[in-house]
């Protein structure tokens, strides 16, 4: 899968007690909030504001769901780790997205995830608008 981007998004994040277990290794489904917070300020530094466009404060009203999501968890992480979410557009479709996002500790590749993206409007598919669509594409 080769990015369309030349370089991936990056979103630092720290690892808490409580995205963790009983043993300090984080908790498998903590990942999916750090890969949502590492795509909405992908979007956020592509100046797609979710909330204004939810909102409807923005030309067109629509949202985000996935649709899909394949991940594989690598290596663990553990509590007081530093993280670095990439984020990278693979494909932009007529309503959806695919992205690659790897969590990673330093150099070291801890998750690998691809995650397809639909757009939707009160629960239905919708078109992404051509503007955003051609902001993500870069």
Known sequence: MKPMTPSPHTFPIRVYY???????????????????????EMLRSSGVDQGAVLAGEAAERFGFAVRAMSIDFLKPARMDDL???????IEIGGASMELAQRVKRGDELLIAATVRIACVVDGRPC??????RATLAG
């Open 83 to 89: 993280l670095t979410i990439e984020t990278d557009v």
């Open 18 to 40: 409580e995205d963790t277990d009983f043993s300090g290794v984080v908790y498998h489904a903590s990942y999916l909030r750090f890969m949502e917070r590492g795509r909405t």
């Open 127 to 132: 078109r992404l608008p051509a503007q955003i």
